[in-house]
């Protein structure tokens, strides 16, 4: 039996055979302006979830790359500075152990203690250091703040904290941008890094203490210890080491002052050289924390000290010995800095490189999933334009077919 079709039925295929082979042309022209095969998670459900996660790995590795750049260019500017920063100190060295020769005079002492000062002006322009954006760079967190301020008697003081901004260069990796202005001048050891010798100022022999070194850090005890010396019975110098905490260390009868014999007690050695007068006293103390800034400013104290008498001249010599010594712990405590910043610079270099690649294994990937084969898609075009043209033809022949044709 026939089956009868309307002619409503007719229009409806017709006109959605056209419509279904237009949206099909408009797709694959839509394909072709962007590049991509996927337009829409149900164009490749799978592919759809395999590219978001491809192009999740990408955005991390370029974030990651990102911090890394950022963190490079603040280490990199510290780098420079602690670099010049070093210069300066050595060349303070360099004076101070220029004006502590017996030779020089106090007229030649001022002249050298003259730049000495502007070198610690240079020293705290350097710990003011900025970045390109205006950012002090050893603030911390206070980074726009001026970290090293002087007051009328010389002192620097600091305002910033002890922020550091860690910064991620990989998924599990975490680097510190920065280090703070309170680490890098102020959080320096004095002395040797265990104790600290000095001269009484007080005294008036000709004793000048060096040379304290931590013998044997097993029996170190710290403690304030104070060297007293004192004439015996027979008119001899003795002397007497006595703990603040600790006590006397000597029982009668008192060592007797040999010069430059070297004096060991508690892991500590030390030798004393020149003539202690009677009631002459030394300290030995455990090292303290003290800024770069301080010690600059002790040496140039110790300077002006004058070096009209003998005694005198202990004096600035006992003075300038404790600034070399701490002198000499700012120095290594800015080297210990330094290869702590190359070190950061090398591991963002490193988790860099790994990004970089990680990037672009990432964006190949993506590209197989995503990126559109254009022959192959011109091909299916021109397949699709022809089924739409063909649609229409037939269409429109079926609409003028009429039954009166065929009487």
Avoid: C, W
Wanted: glycine fraction near 8%; hydrophobic fraction near 35%; aromatic fraction near 6%.
């Amino acid at each position: 039996m026939p089956i009868r079709i309307s002619t409503s039925q007719t229009f409806s295929q017709g006109t959605n055979s056209i419509l279904n082979n237009q949206s099909k042309v408009s797709q694959t022209q839509l394909q072709l302006s962007k590049g991509t095969r996927i337009l829409k998670p149900s164009d490749d459900p799978i592919g759809s979830a395999v590219a978001l996660d491809l192009q999740k790995q990408i955005d991390n590795a370029l974030q990651y790359i990102s911090n890394g750049q950022t963190a490079e260019t603040k280490l990199a500017i510290e780098e420079s500075s602690l670099s010049n920063v070093t210069d300066i100190l050595q060349r303070i060295r360099e004076l101070t152990l220029q004006a502590a020769n017996a030779t020089q005079n106090q007229a030649d002492r001022a002249a050298i203690t003259v730049e000495i000062k502007q070198r610690l002006d240079e020293l705290v322009g350097l710990g003011n250091s900025q970045l390109a954006n205006g950012e002090y760079l050893f603030s911390g967190f206070k980074s726009n703040v001026r970290p090293f301020t002087a007051d009328g008697t010389g002192n620097i003081s600091y305002n910033g904290d002890q922020g550091v901004l860690n910064v991620n260069v990989n998924t599990s990796v975490r680097v510190e941008s920065g280090n703070s202005g309170d680490e890098v001048f102020f959080d320096i050891k004095t002395g040797n890094g265990s104790f600290v010798a000095a001269g009484d100022p007080s005294n008036l022999g000709t004793g000048v203490i060096s040379s304290a070194v931590l013998e044997d850090p097993t029996l170190y005890v710290g403690d304030v210890y104070t060297i007293d010396f004192s004439l015996n019975g027979s008119g001899a110098l003795q002397y007497q080491i006595t703990g603040a905490n600790t006590g006397p260390v000597y029982a009668a009868p008192l060592p007797l002052y040999d010069e430059d014999t070297r004096v060991s007690f508690n892991g500590i050695n030390y030798s004393i050289s020149g003539l202690p007068s009677s009631g002459d006293s030394f300290t030995v103390e455990p090292s303290f924390r003290q800024s770069v800034f301080a010690t600059v400013n002790q040496i140039i104290t110790a300077l002006e000290i004058p070096n009209s008498t003998s005694t005198l001249q202990a004096t600035f010599q006992n003075a300038l010995n404790v600034g070399l010594q701490n002198l000499d712990q700012a120095m290594t405590h800015i080297d210990e800095v330094r290869a702590s910043v190359g070190s950061r610079l090398n591991v963002i270099e490193s988790e860099s490189e790994i990004n970089e690649s990680l990037k672009v294994e990432a964006q190949s990937a993506l590209s197989v999933v995503k990126d559109l084969d254009y022959a192959e898609a011109i091909t299916e075009l021109n397949k699709r334009t022809l089924a739409l043209q063909a649609a229409q033809q037939s269409f429109v022949k079926v609409q003028n077919l009429s039954l009166f044709e065929f009487i």
